[in-house]
């Protein structure tokens, strides 16, 4: 299989992790007789400073005629601290994911029994827990109309939904589902919002062409509560774009860290793979970044886009083979962590990229 992938490093930590990434795609290619070609281009602060937009034409026009993209993280601390700067990094992705119609944006919740003590909420409680999440990406309040008003003393940012994007994302997260343990929990604000009424209905409707799935359909102030109550309830979770934003952020604290969490963000076309993580810059540089969530990203892009079920799969046994050896990057280690097996970055990538030919028994490489 010969495939074309954009990488797409981005800012901070986005760097280093997706150089940890690109070397398990070029393992999997090694050792399963693949062709994958990548290419690179600019987005978010970097792209900023050097054209002046957090999107380049010549990023995007890169993106179009790409099968996969693997992407890092944008931002950077001078945004955060000056609210009132017009362009942002932020923009390059939100503009990504409009103009590529990446509409869903697939979270998996997968717990890996060895880092079970690595969360703050009780092992008994999290063991089994395995969660897909599907978030609605180009509507919502990031999309709606905003503006200010009164003298600049009222804010407002519209909540929109239309019909036909509740219905696609609702498709997809039945479909998933029934690959599963057929239920599907939908979350709105039904009791407060018009537009969450619009959202529950359409879902209720899709829902009687899968009579297969259970349909559930939870208020976001309850869904957030029981995801930590009782995270093994949930099978596939379906919400709209604001609401989606914070419950994995929530739900990427059962796993211990958000440096374990994997992410797609996919349409009709081409996919968008990521760490769930930002660009952490207090952090950027020191080469102790979590690469697993971007090894685990290349996982979905290998699975999803290019059909590669057993590819994907012997990245993720790569990624529980190196926990089981008691490996573990400064965020996900305790006290009872070997100090010669905490790993920075590019060493943990290369001993999930080493347990890969080891599993398909190749030798490894020193």
């Known amino acids: 299989m010969k495939k074309k992938i954009t990488i797409l490093p981005g800012d901070g930590i986005g760097k280093e992790v997706t150089a940890c990434g690109k070397k398990v795609l070029e393992q999997i290619a090694e050792c399963f007789g693949h062709e994958f070609v990548f290419d690179?281009?600019?987005?978010?602060?970097?792209?900023?400073?050097?054209?002046?937009?957090?999107?380049?034409?010549?990023?995007l026009a890169k993106l179009k005629k790409s099968d996969a993209i693997l992407f890092g993280a944008?931002?950077?601390?001078?945004?955060?601290?000056?609210?009132?700067?017009?362009?942002?990094?932020?923009?390059?992705?939100?503009?990504?994911r409009k103009e590529l119609g990446l509409y869903a944006n697939l979270r998996p919740?997968?717990?890996?029994?060895?880092?079970?003590?690595?969360?703050?909420?009780?092992?008994?409680?999290?063991?089994g827990a395995d969660i897909l999440f599907f978030r609605e990406l180009t509507g919502d309040v990031y999309f709606g109309e905003r503006g200010r008003k009164n003298d600049n003393k009222t804010a407002y940012d519209t909540m929109i939904y239309s019909t036909y994007e509740v219905e696609r994302i609702a498709h997809?997260?039945?479909?998933?589902?029934?690959?599963?343990?057929?239920?599907?929990?939908?979350?709105?604000?039904?009791?407060?919002?018009?537009?969450?009424?619009?959202?529950?209905?359409?879902?209720?409707?899709?829902a009687k062409q899968y009579p297969d799935v259970t349909v559930e359909h939870m208020f976001?102030?309850?869904?957030?509560?029981?995801?930590?109550?009782n995270p093994k309830s949930f099978d596939v979770v379906v919400t709209g774009n604001l609401f989606g934003d914070i419950l994995t952020d929530e739900a990427s604290q059962i796993a211990g860290s958000m440096g374990m969490l994997a992410s797609a963000s996919v349409g009709d076309t081409v996919g968008l793979y990521e760490p769930i993580h930002g660009s952490?810059?207090?952090?950027?540089?020191?080469?102790?970044?979590?690469?697993?969530?971007?090894?685990?990203?290349?996982?979905?892009?290998?699975?999803?886009?290019?059909?590669?079920?057993?590819?994907?799969?012997t990245v993720i046994k790569a990624v529980e083979r190196t926990l089981k050896e008691g490996y573990r990057t400064r965020d996900i280690a305790d006290p009872s962590t070997a100090h010669e097996k905490i790993l920075g970055t590019e060493v943990m990538g290369n001993v999930v990229s080493n347990q890969i030919r080891m599993i398909v028994s190749l030798p490894v490489e020193k």
Do not use: C
Not at 109 to 127: G, N, Q, R, T, W
């Open 74 to 96: 944008v931002g950077h601390p001078k945004y955060d601290n000056d609210p009132t700067l017009p362009v942002r990094p932020e923009q390059g992705l939100l503009k990504m």
């Open 220 to 229: 976001v102030d309850a869904a957030a509560m029981k995801l930590i109550q």
């Open 280 to 313: 952490a810059h207090d952090i950027t540089g020191k080469g102790i970044a979590n690469p697993l969530a971007s090894i685990l990203s290349a996982a979905l892009l290998l699975d999803i886009s290019f059909g590669l079920q057993e590819e994907a799969d």
């Open 40 to 59: 690179y281009g600019q987005i978010g602060h970097e792209a900023i400073e050097a054209t002046g937009t957090p999107l380049p034409d010549e990023t």
């Open 172 to 206: 997809k997260a039945f479909k998933a589902a029934q690959t599963r343990r057929k239920k599907v929990t939908s979350v709105d604000k039904a009791n407060v919002l018009e537009s969450s009424r619009l959202w529950r209905a359409v879902v209720q409707e899709v």
């Open 109 to 127: 919740i997968k717990l890996f029994d060895e880092l079970l003590a690595a969360s703050s909420i009780k092992p008994e409680i999290l063991k």
